[in-house]
């Protein structure tokens, strides 16, 4: 059976929208809007395709933080034994505020500071995904400073295109991200010769929203060929970190089930011991959340309608960002005509729009839901035109608790000071 809306927990009851046994009517209701809403049963079933795809293999799923970093999130994911993929010192906090362990955190990005690097050697973090020649010499040094051996697998980049958008694409030569494949050996050979450093493991992520497995079962090859070259001189691996990026649907998009995306690796490395790891973000949480928005007003113009409602581009920056798209629906099934509308938000910016040429049923103080809002929608947020950030509130069953409340005008401006 095909589910009606991408976000997969979201029904119709009675003409009227519900995630999991809550209506969004009651939330909006409850906790106002703008209000990002996020179910635990769609965030705990997508995270669960992901263990049962891999059962039976020595794997690990490191959720990426910076897809939606909310503590209730992360803490979903931490009972159901997730480790976590990080970008910064900040979302290690996070993670250990919300019971997360530290052994099951990876540490990802290009730009690691030192003051970091400390931090998550005092934690005792699973490895860091070195991503240059000279981040492996900083963090070289800071264990030493600490007395303590940093765990480092390189992230390599296997130049394969993702076939994806420009600026989600990380596995080409023309990126900032990892390093050269060729270069890779030789940078093994200098971690080994490092005092404070212990090779732990190989990682690699080409890019997100990818819909066909292939290139990434393209790039595990490349890695293999690699962990065997590291194999022969005397460098062996403990992991293999094949990185996050599976795509989800948006619109039409028909992107792989987990185990089909598994499938062509887990057959790649079919009968070698090393633990396999992955990095989802936008699959685990994307479509077990939206962002719930009320119409301020319809404004009827020569060529186009227009649906303003309270939620902009600050509080979803994907649409003025990358065109993405995301489904806009009617929450209550209502009795005027539809038409279509440009869905926009107030800010002064052409490019504050949600979603473009929608044919909907609405009426003034409607409400209406973007989908498919889980991932990069409230980590993107911003204070733009000093607008508090929106609310957020997990769906559990018929409970909806407040897990981030609506950012208070005042709190935006607490760290200013006006000159004396
Ligand atoms: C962003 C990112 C991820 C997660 O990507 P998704 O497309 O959300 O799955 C995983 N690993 C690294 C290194 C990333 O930068």
Redesign the pocket.
């Known amino acids: 059976m095909t589910q009606p809306y991408p976000v997969t927990t979201l029904r119709s009851v009675a003409d009227s929208l519900h995630l999991e046994d809550v209506a969004l009517e009651t939330i909006a209701q409850r906790f106002g809007t703008p209000t990002y809403v996020y179910s635990r049963a769609a965030l705990t079933a997508a995270f669960q395709s992901w263990q049962q795809a891999l059962a039976g293999r020595r794997a690990l799923v490191c959720y990426?933080v910076?897809?939606n970093s909310n503590l209730a999130v992360l803490s979903v994911f931490a009972k159901l034994g997730a480790g976590f993929?990080i970008?910064s010192g900040g979302e290690l906090a996070r993670v250990l505020a919300a019971g997360g362990s530290a052994g099951k955190v990876v540490f990802?990005?290009v730009g690691k500071s030192r003051t970091e690097m400390r931090y998550a050697l005092e934690q005792g973090i699973r490895c860091f995904?070195v991503e240059s020649a000279a981040e492996l010499e900083r963090l070289n040094e800071a264990a030493g400073q600490l007395g303590k051996k940093a765990p480092i697998a390189l992230?390599v980049n296997p130049d394969v295109d993702p076939k994806t958008h420009p600026y989600?694409s990380?596995g080409l030569k023309s990126n900032k991200?990892g390093v050269a494949f060729d270069e890779a050996l030789a940078l093994y050979r200098r971690a080994a010769s490092l005092p404070n450093l212990t090779i732990s493991g190989i990682a690699c992520?080409i890019?997100?929203?990818l819909l066909d497995p292939a290139p990434v079962a393209e790039a595990a090859g490349k890695v293999l060929g690699l962990v065997d070259q590291l194999a022969a001189e005397g460098i062996a691996l403990d992991h293999i970190d094949l990185?996050?990026?599976?795509g989800i649907r948006y619109q039409d998009e028909t992107p792989p089930s987990v185990a089909t995306y598994l499938a062509p690796l887990l057959e790649i490395f079919a009968g070698r011991k090393e633990e396999l790891c992955f990095?989802?973000?936008?699959?685990l949480v994307g479509n077990a959340g939206l962002l719930l928005t009320r119409v301020e007003y319809l404004k009827h113009g020569e060529e186009k309608n227009f649906a303003i409602v309270d939620a902009a581009m600050n509080d979803l920056a994907r649409p003025a960002l990358y065109d993405a798209y995301h489904e806009a629906v009617a929450v209550k099934a209502s009795e005027v005509p539809a038409q279509r509308y440009e869905i926009v938000g107030p800010i002064c910016e052409s490019g504050d729009f949600l979603a473009h040429d929608r044919e909907l049923a609405l009426a003034d103080g409607d409400l209406v839901a973007l989908l498919s809002a889980g991932?990069?929608g409230m980590t993107m947020s911003s204070n733009y035109n000093t607008r508090g950030r929106a609310a957020e509130v997990m769906v559990d069953g018929a409970q909806a608790h407040e897990v981030r409340a609506r950012e208070t005008v005042e709190s935006l401006y607490a760290l200013e000071r006006p000159l004396p």
């Open positions: 990426a910076k897809a993929d970008v990802s990005g995904n992230r989600i990380t991200f992520h890019g997100s929203q990185g996050g990026g599976l990095e989802p973000g936008r699959s991932a990069y």
